[in-house]
């Protein structure tokens, strides 16, 4: 069964000194080395949130505090976030201890201003990013899923594998979540879709 690697949003706002930190992202660093030095891939994707300047995610825009819920607008929500991987800025960038040079492709995400991108299939309002053509195309069959954050991108990118008929896997150790007390839950619901956690 050919495999591939999905790197989730391993960028420096992401980071601890980050714009919307995760709690011990760097932590994760050496497993997703580990990773991505792997001779078990066929193939990976490096995903990167790249948003415009005042996209309609950031908490700026609406002039409200960050993580203040919304789900007023199709494609946004359920929270506002803090501004974060603007397009071209440090934080937007890969961390630097991570092994980029191991990525065979880098698919950029919430690039419409108008829409957030979560999962690395599909942007929030269903609009599809290519990435299940690109795996079908290499005769993927299976998917681990590793990167930032656990509770947000990670988990809605293993729900859209499912969804597309990958045998989908999160490696635990290689990922981090921007609330720890919602990992829980978030395990419930990815092994109720069929998700394996390991």
Request: charged content about 25%; glycine content about 6%.
């Amino acid at each position: 069964m050919k495999k591939a690697l999905l790197a989730v949003d391993l960028q420096n706002d992401f980071y601890e000194d980050g714009a919307l930190a995760v709690p011990a992202a760097s932590k994760i660093n050496q497993k997703v080395n580990e990773l991505l030095e792997s001779e078990e891939y066929e193939i990976i994707v490096a995903s990167q949130d790249w948003h415009p300047q005042n996209h309609r995610s950031f908490a700026s825009v609406h002039g409200e505090k960050a993580f203040t819920p919304y789900d007023k607008e199709e494609g946004l929500g359920p929270v506002l976030w803090p501004d974060h991987c603007v397009q071209k800025s440090e934080g937007a960038e890969f961390n630097s201890e991570v092994k980029t040079h191991k990525f065979d492709y880098i698919l950029r995400k919430g690039t419409d201003p108008e829409v957030d991108s979560y999962s690395a299939f599909q942007d929030n309002d269903g609009s599809d990013l290519g990435l299940a053509a690109l795996l079908k195309s290499f005769g993927i069959e299976e998917v681990d899923i590793c990167g930032l954050a656990y509770d947000v991108c990670v988990k809605y990118t293993a729900l859209d594998s499912v969804k597309n008929a990958f045998k989908t896997n999160i490696i635990q150790a290689a990922s981090a979540a921007v609330n720890p007390d919602e990992i829980e839950k978030c395990n419930q619901e990815l092994k109720q879709a069929g998700v394996n956690l390991i």
